[in-house]
């Protein structure tokens, strides 16, 4: 059993598009994240939830929404994609600041 | 805010030599380190960490060390293989309640047999 999925793994879509990344933790971990890893594999954080609560949100466009259903979800929706935006976004979970585990990751290609 | 430099940017090793890979940190508040490794199309994976009330920590084949005073803290692999090759990336972050990872920017290890 995958302890943090993601979906979809793969996706491929024009300029202008809207888009959703779907992310489920089976760990019950009370906090979740989103990643972002650009094409030099730099790793910088997006956003954090704790409880369906926002409690971290760094310089992100407003294009990018999270949202967070319950404490086992947290998806990422991107409006009017950009060349830009191509890269890895991995979600993550921890419990109370402990270990960070990530997703699979998710490979976005924006043409 | 905090900011985590990592060095060296590529390390490239004879299979059986030791690896050595260091990090510092800018926000003194920092008390958690984590040090995870990436395979290519891979998750980043944790391999070992450090909280600041300890100096040095083994597992194996790796070892991890901390200065708090210098703000410096390495990732130490032994006898390294093949299979370590990866991208090691050094994390800091402040506990109490939500842990606001900060990675450097990664180390590229390749190990020759």
């Known amino acids: 059993d995958t302890a943090v999925s993601q979906t979809p793994k793969y996706l491929v879509t024009q300029m202008g598009n809207d888009k959703s990344i779907k992310c489920e933790q089976n760990l019950g971990h009370d906090t979740m994240y989103w990643y972002k890893q650009d094409s030099k594999k730099f790793l910088k954080i997006m956003f954090s939830?704790?409880?369906?609560?926002?409690?971290i949100n760094e310089t992100v466009p407003n294009r990018f929404s999270p949202k967070s259903p319950d404490k086992a979800h947290l998806n990422l929706h991107i409006n009017s994609l950009e060349l830009g935006d191509s890269a890895v976004y991995f979600c993550?979970?921890?419990?109370?600041?402990?270990?960070?585990?990530f997703g699979e990751g998710s490979w976005l290609t924006v043409v | 805010g905090e900011n985590v430099e990592q060095h060296p940017s590529t390390l490239s090793v004879q299979e059986g030599d030791s690896a050595v890979i260091k990090c510092t940190y800018s926000d003194s508040a920092s008390n958690y380190f984590p040090w995870y490794k990436q395979e290519l199309g891979k998750r980043p994976q944790l391999i070992i960490d450090i909280r600041s009330n300890v100096g040095e920590k083994k597992d194996q084949r790796i070892a991890v060390t901390l200065n708090k005073t210098a703000k410096h803290f390495s990732l130490h692999i032994t006898e390294t293989q093949p299979e370590d090759s990866a991208v090691y990336f050094c994390?800091?972050?402040?506990?109490?309640?939500?842990?606001?990872?900060?990675f450097g920017a990664g180390t590229r290890l390749a190990v020759h047999p």
């Open positions: 993550a979970s921890s419990q109370e600041g402990n270990t960070i585990y």
């Open positions: 994390a800091a972050s402040k506990s109490g309640g939500y842990n606001k990872l900060i």
């Open positions: 939830y704790n409880n369906k609560e926002l409690i």
